[in-house]
């Protein structure tokens, strides 16, 4: 058999993950919030795809964190796969409205529109607070899982399981979405729009699909957060959370799908860590990161290491690498 | 709504719109000419806020005349401009100017991250608060109403005077005349010798300045917080689409729209009051996808 490094090292780094809370409980919830923050990842990355960016993708997250934190109270308590299901509904809805609108506009200005979204959603949530609970947010009660009522330690478990099964099937189905033919066509909106039109493709439908799927992967991993860490603030939603995610893609690298959860685990490591020993410099350390990152290795951590292997990732690792 | 509260929504609004002039000015014209959406502006603002802020409340505190507020701003402007915008732009923008946009914005997202902590380091979570500046001016008396001279009067003066004084810069001298030449062909004015290089730098001093002399005048207004720069970026980029990217005649009158339009809606819906710039950003949008005053660009095959 042939000793492959591209496939062993990912398959390697999906067994440490499934194995090390086992080994260390403590980094059970970080894995988790890490997972469910590299949901959102992949989201942007779906977007990056077609070249554009959006500093607004914290709403998505936030929309579906509130809808399964409001689930969770109007049906005290609530059961986990419901307030899933709804919260990713509501980011849908969301996106199909907002989406129709900003899949007009390119660049900056998708970014900008999508930022001044976001922002509305951010300040709604901050100013009516007799529902929302204002900058204090909700908490979110722990659901039932399955209609069973279960432990603290044993829902934690179960979560952060379910989190990592969630994540490699949205990676996996994320792969297929984006070589697809939508996928390809999102592609070229990147490359060549004008000529996309010319085969008589609509650019903006293409772009308007794959807004639509990254909008309901954020509303996955704000759904799974907001369970995961038992309460729900207007910070969800806010832009810096959106830079974040943005930061994570080019950190994991843009090209691939691995590089969505590879980027979201080392950036929360660092942040915790970093936050734990240079509390007042962590946002430094990462803006330092990011620089180098982004001056030196520009199809981030998954393109350094197709690199490495001196093999090319995927056709689109290679395109965000130029 | 009576006629004073009236007046005063909309001395509040111009006296805001100015200053939110001052920040989007210098955003709007780092983009014209270097094309990059410059997300740490927030920050020279900030700190053009705090170095004005921490060396006023130290010198007035050894006795010091107020009147000296005045040419400290300037000078804080200027020093945060050349000292913190010049070294970003000649170590770190010069190197990316060929790579995509995204990767543009995100150079200056974590400059604003680094600045964010800078600050910190630098002038710690305390909010400043130094209002001599606004007290030595006084307060005039309008309809009726009492306001304060700084906001009413110099406020609205200084933007009207960086604006004119900016169309003057353009259009009538060389360096200016230089600025709009890289500005519209970058090769080309290379190539008949103009050092393109030397007016990515200027500009980028100059906008960078003008953010921070914004925060200067701000800090007499209001305290001097963390987060302040994070706010001001977000809304003076809402000020920048609204107008057009690149455009300063519109930054003008798009930053008036914004500032009236909060102010108003303070009186009137307090809830709003934060949602107002991004509602009118996307109306304009919508019915005028370059902003109020932005060229749509021919499409390339």
């Known amino acids: ?322 | 709504m009576n006629p004073q509260l009236f007046a005063l929504a909309i001395f509040d609004g111009i006296a805001y719109a100015a200053l939110v002039f001052l920040v989007a000015v210098g955003l709007t014209l780092i983009f014209g000419v270097l094309r990059v959406l410059n997300v740490a502006h927030g920050s020279f603002y900030a700190m053009g806020a705090y170095a004005t802020a921490s060396v006023g409340a130290a010198i007035f505190a050894a006795g010091y005349s107020p009147w000296l507020a005045f040419p400290l701003m300037l000078v804080a402007a200027v020093l945060v401009g050349v000292i913190v915008g010049g070294p970003i732009e000649k170590l770190l923008l010069s190197r990316i100017y060929e790579m995509e946009e995204v990767l543009q914005i995100l150079v200056t997202f974590a400059v604003f991250m680094i600045l964010e902590d800078v600050q910190r380091l630098i002038w710690g979570a305390q909010p400043f608060f130094e209002a001599s500046a606004l007290m030595a001016l006084g307060n005039v008396e309008v309809f009726g109403i009492t306001y304060t001279a700084y906001q009413l009067i110099l406020l609205p003066a200084v933007a009207v005077s960086v604006l004119i004084g900016l169309r003057l810069f353009l259009r009538r001298t060389l360096s200016g005349k230089l600025i709009l030449a890289v500005t519209e062909d970058r090769e080309a004015a290379t190539s008949i010798g103009i050092n393109a290089e030397r007016v990515y730098l200027v500009t980028f001093i100059v906008g960078a300045s003008l953010a921070a002399f914004g925060g200067a005048l701000a800090s007499a207004t209001t305290s001097v917080q963390p987060g302040m720069g994070a706010d001001m970026i977000v809304l003076s980029f809402a000020v920048v689409a609204t107008a057009g990217l690149g455009q300063i005649e519109g930054a003008a009158l798009a930053a008036l729209l914004i500032g009236l339009g909060r102010s108003f809606a303070i009186y009137l819906w307090p809830e709003l009051e934060v949602l107002i710039p991004y509602l009118i950003m996307l109306l304009v949008l919508l019915i005028r996808p370059e902003g109020l005053f932005g060229k749509s660009r021919t499409r390339k095959i």
């Open chain 1, 1 to 322: 058999m042939q000793f492959n490094l591209r496939t062993v090292v990912p398959s390697l780094i999906v067994l440490a993950v499934a194995v090390l809370p086992l080994l260390a409980p403590t980094t059970q919830v970080l894995l988790t919030l890490a997972l469910s923050k590299g949901l959102a990842v992949l989201g942007v990355i779906v977007l990056l795809q077609a070249g554009q960016v959006s500093f607004g993708h914290a709403l998505f997250f936030g929309v579906s964190a509130y809808a399964a934190a409001f689930v969770g109270k109007g049906f005290g308590g609530g059961e986990l796969f419901s307030m899933l299901a709804i919260g990713v509904v509501a980011s849908l809805a969301i996106s199909v409205v907002v989406g129709l609108f900003v899949v007009r506009y390119r660049h900056i200005f998708f970014g900008m529109l999508n930022l001044a979204v976001s922002m509305i959603f951010f300040s709604l949530l901050e100013k009516f607070y007799h529902v929302t609970g204002g900058s204090d947010g909700l908490s979110v009660a722990r659901p039932l899982f399955l209609g069973i009522e279960m432990e603290r330690e044993g829902f934690e478990m179960v979560l952060f399981y379910l989190v990592l099964v969630l994540a490699l099937g949205a990676a996996w189905l994320t792969h297929r979405f984006l070589n697809s033919p939508i996928g390809n066509m999102m592609r070229t909106i990147k490359t060549n729009e004008v000529r996309l039109e010319y085969l008589g493709v609509s650019a903006r439908n293409t772009l308007l699909v794959g807004y639509i799927v990254s909008a309901g992967l954020c509303g996955l991993g704000g759904a799974l957060a907001a369970v995961a860490q038992g309460v729900v603030t207007p910070e969800y939603a806010w832009w810096i959370r959106s830079g974040e995610f943005v930061f994570i893609a080019i950190l994991g690298g843009s090209g691939s799908v691995g590089g969505a959860f590879v980027g979201s685990l080392l950036y929360e490591a660092v942040r915790t860590y970093a936050s734990a020993f240079a509390g007042d410099v962590w946002q430094m350390i990462l803006g330092i990161v990011l620089l180098f990152v982004i001056l030196f290795a520009p199809s981030g951590i998954t393109g350094l290491f197709a690199r490495l292997t001196g093999r090319k990732a995927s056709p689109a690792s290679e395109e965000a690498g130029q």
